[in-house]
């Protein structure tokens, strides 16, 4: 690992000297940087440069978005965004990965061995979100209640959120939860309670186990969790480009 942070060391020392932040921080209206076609109306402080995440991972390994298939053994992963199947009909992310940030990623792998041991294993629904996609989520449904509002950003677009579920990893089948993923309706939320008593059940196992480790839940989802840091930057990185640096620190090696 400080073999892999001198190498990302060295490549943030070849680019342009600047101050830089990787911390959250709003963006001052007197910072005049906005642009009519940067795909950021409300002017936040986003990465969205491969140049300026590799800075922030320079700066702090925590930065780092993991790619939780090659992390966590097992994991079933099923982003309904790379497909048509989701509530904007339409597929919005150009592959279907899911990364959050280091320290997410370990507590997320701490939560699967603990799984396992009673045959049971995380499934993966969404994870980082680019802010890109925040923007389509509210145009097409403008409820923040299920969205995030993009003139503050989403917790996904940190890296720090997580959407999931547990299946049996006898059978590969999701445990029977209250409603599918992105249910936009009272039956979502934690605190319904017309339901079949596996489904409470379930909702509560899943509940129990990430409040254990490092998470914060979301009322409204069953399926939402937050990590009690989410003091990250706001990011646009597209899938594909976490993908091209991927291939820039193997060929750093």
């Not at 986003?46 to 978005?65: G, H, P």
């Not at 509002?149 to 940190?158: E, F, Q, T, V």
């Not at 596996?198 to 409040?211: A, H, T, V």
Request: with cysteine.
């Amino acid at each position: 690992m400080k073999f892999l942070k001198l190498k990302l060391i060295l490549l943030a020392a070849i680019m342009l000297p600047v101050i830089f932040s990787c911390k959250n921080r709003d963006k001052s209206a007197s910072e005049d940087t906005i642009s009519e076609l940067s795909g950021n109306p409300y002017n936040l402080e986003i990465i969205d440069t491969i140049d300026d995440y590799l800075k922030c991972v320079s700066q702090n390994e925590n930065n780092t978005l993991v790619d939780l298939e090659d992390y966590i053994p097992n994991v079933a992963i099923d982003i309904k965004y790379a497909t048509p199947d989701n509530f904007t009909g339409q597929i919005v992310y150009s592959q279907p990965k899911a990364y959050v940030r280091k320290p997410v990623a370990d507590s997320l792998q701490k939560i699967q061995t603990i799984l396992n041991e009673k045959g049971l294993g995380l499934k993966i629904l969404d994870a980082y979100r680019p802010y890109s996609a925040t923007l389509l989520f509210y145009e097409i449904y403008g409820d923040t209640t299920f969205v995030a509002a993009p003139w503050k950003g989403s917790i996904h677009n940190r890296g720090v959120a997580v959407d999931l579920t547990i299946i049996d990893l006898a059978t590969k089948e999701e445990l029977l939860m209250p409603t599918p993923f992105d249910d936009f309706s009272p039956k979502a939320s934690h605190t319904y309670t017309n339901l079949d008593p596996i489904q409470i059940k379930n909702r509560e196992k899943l509940f129990n186990i990430m409040l254990s480790n490092g998470f914060t839940h979301y009322e409204h989802e069953w399926w939402h969790y937050n990590f009690k840091d989410r003091d990250y930057q706001l990011m646009d990185l597209s899938f594909d480009d976490l993908e091209k640096i991927k291939e820039i620190l193997k060929s750093t090696k």
